[in-house]
């Protein structure tokens, strides 16, 4: 039987008909679908951890009872669990281990263009590419297997094209593997790295190597497709399928497994090529270490090492590089006009856009962090000035706090970190905890919205229902805010401009830790119809644009306004009724009155 799979749904599936039943992660776009998909299946076990350490902590524990297990997470999310996985390399694994992990070229949803094929090789671990959804299903059952076989974690790294296209997938062809689980056994020169126990693990971590080298030569996920020997392409992922498209005809060397690499069979390869090339996304991983074997090859010079690639990057590179050529390359054009996007923008009706429309009246200094309201860094809230990591925007906060006090900084401005409610379970509580250790005169604006909202509304420990839907505790943030020690904990209605000033303005006057609780759900959760709804009267409007700078993507300018005492253009206010969620925010900012309800 065939599907139509996207390759986040082929890892899921992959997962769960090679016997796995026990899975942990945190929701991070492009890995997301992962778990939400496997959580579907019938007698598993899957959580969403309060973040990528707690996750993959969780997992380990889990294959020291013999289980297989499955962490996923995003690309950054690694640098979060990086501590217990280059650990985990050295106590190996009892049930086998998969981590997969998804990067994201073109930072569709990401702060940075991380490549995490390094960590593959930092860590020394088995690294599987798939270079579509088919493949995807199939590295998981290698990937279990090696995992088992090398008493080691084994590591698919996604991509966001590869994550969410979807290709037709063969499934149901073998029975889901039963497995007997043999329960945790005690081993503690295996599972305790003291310093004396790590150091017999060293060597047998470069025995693991060696043999995993020996099977990087010999698996079938490596493959040459010899074709015109003029040009020899090594290539992996969802390169490969451009390389495909752009030069059907060219010489491949396609890997699957990316660590350890297969030098015999890159050796052979290029000596069979006129020219070598690597096309990759962002680092030269493969580049660099092909010339380190001091086999001439070439790759970056033609292909950039910034974003994304494409057919059209992949063809202009090879036309840069003279090997364009009418037989060997087939050109691909893009639509006319879609090199523009548009814009991302908080959703009609964010509950966040008050907190931050209010927060510009009070001219702070505003240390941002990862969610939705990272947005508001854009035209016309513009409100925030910083944003590096999850969690760091109490810390960075704390920082600059600090610093204006001891170091006699003259700057009067009060200083702001804003973050999300998932985000502060996931990394924000022991920020708040150096805040009031240290008593930094510092206001913290948690943003809660009742889910984890960026990557499309995923339960966490504040909702009260775990990823299967299962109720669950709720966390009371003001409670927990105040067993860390901050003892003064303000709650306000984003919704109410008026009342969330007058609050911001009372916790910029008082000289210490503070925490401001929004308390509105996203709009993305409402399944009802607004029970209010505006519109503008152009007759009344004067063009003031006061409603604009809210950035509501409902309200958009209309027909210009005659100005006859200035040259300056004005255009009175139209509101898209179908978009209004009837958050009133327009109606509080209109001097006016041209805003009205229906």
């Not at 029975?175 to 790295?193: H, L, S």
Request: net charge negative; charged share 25%; with cysteine.
């Amino acid at each position: 039987m065939k599907k139509v799979l996207s390759g986040n749904e082929a890892i899921a599936l992959g997962v769960y008909e090679n016997g796995v039943r026990f899975a942990s992660a945190y929701p991070g776009t492009p890995s997301t679908e992962i778990l939400e998909n496997y959580a579907r299946y019938e007698g598993v076990y899957a959580e969403w951890a309060p973040n990528e350490k707690v996750a993959l902590e969780v997992a380990v524990g889990a294959s020291m009872t013999g289980a297989r297990v499955l962490a996923t997470m995003k690309h950054v999310g690694l640098n979060v669990a990086a501590d217990p996985f280059m650990t985990l390399t050295y106590t190996g694994v009892s049930g086998g281990f998969l981590l997969v992990c998804a990067d994201d070229p073109g930072m569709h949803s990401s702060q940075n263009e991380q490549d995490n094929r390094f960590y593959g090789r930092f860590a020394q671990v088995p690294m599987f590419e798939p270079s579509d959804s088919q493949e995807a299903k199939d590295m998981v059952a290698e990937a279990y297997d090696i995992s088992e076989k090398y008493d080691t974690p084994s590591m698919i790294r996604m991509t966001t094209r590869i994550s969410h296209s979807k290709g037709v997938v063969e499934v149901g062809d073998q029975p889901v593997i039963k497995r007997e689980i043999a329960g945790f056994q005690r081993d503690k020169k295996k599972n305790v790295m003291i310093p004396a126990f790590a150091r017999l693990k060293h060597p047998k971590i470069l025995e693991r190597v060696k043999g995993l080298t020996e099977y990087a030569e010999i698996t079938p996920l490596n493959r040459v497709e010899m074709g015109d020997s003029k040009v020899g392409i090594v290539t992996s992922g969802i390169s490969y399928q451009y390389v495909k498209e752009v030069l059907p005809t060219a010489s491949i060397l396609k890997l699957g497994l990316t660590y350890p690499l297969s030098e015999k069979m890159i050796r052979s390869f290029a000596a069979n090529v006129d020219r070598l090339f690597v096309v990759e996304e962002l680092e030269p991983y493969l580049e660099d270490q092909i010339k380190a074997m001091g086999i001439p090859v070439e790759g970056k010079k033609y292909f950039s090492i910034l974003d994304e690639l494409s057919q059209d990057l992949v063809a202009k590179g090879f036309k840069e590089a003279g090997v364009y050529d009418q037989e060997l390359v087939k050109p691909i054009t893009q639509p006319e006009g879609t090199d523009m996007p548009r814009p991302p923008l908080m959703c009609a009706g964010c509950t966040h856009r008050g907190l931050f429309y209010a927060m510009n009246k009070l001219k702070g200094i505003v240390h941002g962090d990862i969610g939705c309201y990272t947005l508001s860094v854009l035209p016309p809230l513009e409100s925030i000035d910083t944003t590096l990591c999850m969690g760091g925007s109490i810390s960075m906060a704390h920082g600059t706090a600090k610093a204006i006090e001891v170091l006699g900084i003259e700057d009067e401005r009060p200083v702001f970190a804003v973050i999300g409610d998932s985000t502060f379970f996931h990394s924000g509580l022991t920020g708040l905890l150096d805040v009031t250790y240290n008593k930094s005169n510092v206001t913290i604006c948690i943003l809660d919205n009742g889910t984890t909202a960026m990557t499309g509304a995923q339960e966490n420990p504040g909702t009260g229902k775990t990823l299967q839907n299962e109720e669950s505790v709720h966390i009371d943030l003001k409670q927990l805010v105040k067993a860390l020690g901050c003892t003064r904990v303000r709650e306000v209605d984003p919704f109410d401009i008026k009342g969330t000033i007058e609050i911001l303005k009372e916790e910029v006057a008082f000289k210490g830790p503070s925490v401001i609780i929004t308390s509105r759900p996203c709009v993305q959760l409402l399944k009802y119809e607004p029970h209010d709804i505006y519109d503008s009267n152009k007759d009344i409007c004067i063009g003031c644009e006061m409603c604009q700078k809210l950035g509501c993507p409902a309200i958009s300018q209309g027909d210009e306004i005659p100005s006859p005492n200035t040259k300056k253009t004005k255009r009175h206010s139209v509101i898209d009724t179908s978009l209004c969620t009837g958050c009133s925010l327009c109606l509080q900012v209109c001097k006016p009155g041209a805003i009205h309800k229906l």
